[in-house]
């Protein structure tokens, strides 16, 4: 389970109580009355905004949180490694020849490495090697990796293959969990990543048109044909979602979180199979930083109000069970319901899904 | 439409604040010929930290800018507005921290206990202090401070907790002393707190924040109940269901503290009906979308954007489609469009 973020809330029971009440109404009050349970906040995107990256993009949300992506390749020696199946230690005509039946575009396919990706997340007021930033950009990586599709299109032959460097730097300090965020820039900043077109074949030292209007998109587009086994291939993108009650709320802000039962962070791509509607790569949960939070001190218990202090701690947590359900901040206990998981899963993967309208609005910030 | 993102905007088009427009009055034509101060005619440029404003001797400084030794050129220290009275010259901060003053009602949050006294942020450069002394203790004003009551001082604010207070003192170091001596003081509940950024008050008018001068404690009527607004001069707001206070009215002078301290320092909230969490929620939503817009903060215009947006809502049940454009924003932005039709 990845940590919450270090800032921990900084709430009183009081309010912790009062936002917890909000959101498990039906249907939820969200702390912005205007938006539903499956809204995300709005937010202003663009992209290409670095010249000399191969791709990148900019996120920012309404509170000010907002998100640079780059993306680089460089083109780096492959280590050399026996192919599977085969004790050929040097590529002799017979592998050679193998290669050639194959389809050119199956060439490189399950050959990429995990390696070829390189990520780094930096946020303001956080070391590299603290466990925010190094979760963030475990989890995001996992997602990148977990289809393959992308690292395979890296491999340019034997000897040598991509290398992308993607930098993620959060412009603001952390006001919500900014796992949804980063992701969104970076698969903005990987849809519109273009690499110089290769001009030389097989296994001949890598030579590049150095025409830039020549180049070829990382994400190749589908030109008129939709074919099914040929769907235009987008990168994953990671949505946020939590539990309160039964209630299941999307992309929350720090404040909601903070009443969270349950965080979910599910990377979804778009589907193969069908034009519409998306498929998980990944799912992790999120410690909601509510784990954290003092509980709130009820009345009875309260000298100050009158009340009477137990007298053993055993006491006060039997008098605290009775309370369970009044105006009393009591953190959130275990984990997340079954059920609540595949309704999350389900939410996000139907037709016209979170996953899809996320994917798509942010393909038509590309488009238009 | 569950997510919108749009391309980047350019900033919106800055409002003027409705009393800005005394200060510049420049008569003679003294700047003309200075080839630097040219850009700065109007109030609209915004300097930046270490740009030279003037070389020209016949300008005083005033907030917001600096000379340096043996030079006759002022220099702009914080980035901001340029702003001249008669002869002097200042640079109004586009954003600035809350300067405490005495007498101010402010809102804050208790950030650590110490053994006499509490540390609080009110939005200040520096944490204000709340000693043990100036608060209302149960069980009568004249108690006296008992080492027992030192040691229970988190039953009556921990960390986390939000109180409203009023500026005692201020120290040397413009460090504020807060005081809840009084009955419409003390520990926050039953709401919902925001905050909005830009000094209130302070040397001259700012865009948006609460301003000093006007009620800052004021309850609204809405459909589900009474809601209580506390807006903190430092820009901090709290929205809260309105608790009648038994006692308020029959308890004589003496008895009023004892009535009253039973709730003084419960962090528990009462029963909220979803009416009145969703009227708090709209309120504390549309001064968001308030200070969105840049208009300022008060209890005529949170009034008056609020009977608006309950209006226009009323409307989209019945007729359907409604314009309003996204989020706290777009309804704000709404309102005022009707509110200024409407004259």
Avoid at chain 2, 24 to 33: A, K, L, R, V
Wanted: hydrophobic fraction near 40%.
């Amino acid at each position: 389970m990845a940590p919450s973020q270090a800032a921990h809330v900084n709430l009183s029971p009081a309010e912790l109580s009062f936002l917890r009440a909000t959101l498990s109404q039906t249907p939820p009050i969200r702390l912005d009355h205007t938006k539903g349970p499956k809204d995300f906040r709005s937010m202003r995107a663009e992209y290409d905004v670095l010249p000399s990256a191969n791709g990148s993009a900019r996120i920012a949300l309404e509170d000010g949180t907002e998100a640079l992506v780059g993306v680089k390749a460089e083109v780096e020696k492959s280590q050399w490694r026996p192919t599977p199946g085969g004790e050929a230690s040097i590529p002799t005509v017979a592998t050679v020849a193998t290669a050639e039946v194959e389809d050119t575009e199956d060439d490189s396919r399950g050959k990429g490495q995990n390696a070829w990706i390189e990520m780094s997340v930096e946020i303001p007021g956080f070391r590299e090697d603290d466990s925010l930033p190094v979760f963030l950009s475990s989890m995001l990586t996992e997602s990148l990796l977990a289809s393959g599709e992308l690292k395979d299109r890296l491999y340019i032959n034997t000897r040598f293959h991509w290398k992308l460097y993607i930098d993620i730097l959060l412009l603001s300090p952390p006001l919500s969990y900014p796992l949804a965020l980063l992701s969104m820039a970076t698969h903005l900043a990987l849809l519109t990543s273009r690499l110089p077109a290769l001009k030389s074949e097989k296994d001949e030292d890598p030579l590049f048109d150095d025409d830039w209007d020549a180049s070829v998109p990382l994400y190749p587009k589908n030109k008129g044909k939709a074919s099914a086994d040929n769907q235009i291939d987008k990168p994953p993108v990671i949505v946020l979602a939590m539990a309160v009650g039964n209630n299941i709320i999307f992309d929350p802000c720090k404040e909601e979180l903070a009443v969270a039962d349950a965080v979910l962070a599910i990377a979804c791509a778009s589907s193969k199979s069908s034009p519409t509607g998306a498929r998980v790569v990944s799912i992790r949960t999120i410690d909601p930083p509510s784990h954290l939070t003092p509980p709130g001190i009820p009345d009875s218990m309260n000298s100050a109000t009158g009340g009477k202090v137990p007298s053993s701690s055993a006491d006060a947590l039997t008098q605290r069970e009775l309370l369970a359900n009044s105006g009393v901040w009591t953190p959130p206990r275990g984990g997340m319901k079954r059920g609540l998981i595949s309704q999350v899963v389900k939410m996000v993967v139907e037709n016209g899904g979170v996953a899809e309208e996320v994917i798509s609005a942010l393909q038509a910030i590309e488009v238009g | 439409m569950a997510i919108s993102i749009l391309p980047p905007s350019l900033p919106a088009p800055r409002r003027h604040a409705p009393s800005d427009t005394s200060d510049h009055d420049m008569s003679d034509g003294e700047i003309s010929g200075n080839e630097e101060f040219s850009h700065s005619t109007t109030t609209e440029s915004i300097v930046t930290p270490g740009e030279t404003i003037t070389s020209d001797t016949q300008w005083m400084r005033g907030h917001g800018t600096y000379i340096p030794a043996n030079s006759s050129t002022i220099i702009s220290t914080v980035a901001g507005t340029l702003h001249k009275t008669n002869k002097l010259l200042s640079v109004q901060a586009l954003r600035a921290r809350y300067q405490p003053e005495i007498g101010d009602l402010v809102i804050g949050r208790i950030v650590s206990v110490q053994t006499k006294k509490w540390s609080v942020d009110i939005a200040a450069p520096m944490l204000a202090s709340l000693p043990l002394s100036a608060i209302n203790l149960p069980g009568g004003i004249l108690r006296r401070r008992t080492a027992v009551d030192e040691l229970n001082i988190r039953t009556f604010f921990s960390e986390g907790d939000l109180l409203v207070a009023e500026v005692q003192s201020l120290h040397q170091d413009n460090t504020a002393s807060l005081h809840t001596r009084s009955l419409k003081y003390g520990k926050l509940r039953n709401g919902l707190f925001t905050s909005l950024t830009g000094a209130g008050g302070g040397i001259l008018s700012r865009r948006g924040g609460v301003v000093r001068s006007r009620r800052q404690v004021f309850t609204l009527n809405t459909a589900a109940g009474e809601i209580d607004v506390v807006l903190g001069v430092n820009g901090y707001i709290w929205v809260s269901k309105h608790v009648e206070t038994k006692g308020e009215k029959d308890a004589g002078i003496t008895k009023l503290e004892e009535t009253v301290s039973e709730t003084l320092y419960s962090s528990q909230n009462e029963d909220l009906e979803p009416g009145v969490l969703k009227e708090i929620t709209r309120v504390s939503t549309l001064i968001k979308g308030m200070v969105a817009c840049g208009t300022r903060v008060d209890e005529d215009m949170i009034v008056r954007v609020y009977e608006g947006a309950i209006e226009m809502q009323a409307e989209e049940e019945s007729l359907g489609g409604v314009e309003k454009g996204i989020g706290a924003k777009g309804i704000v932005e709404a309102v005022l469009a009707r509110l200024a039709l409407d004259g």
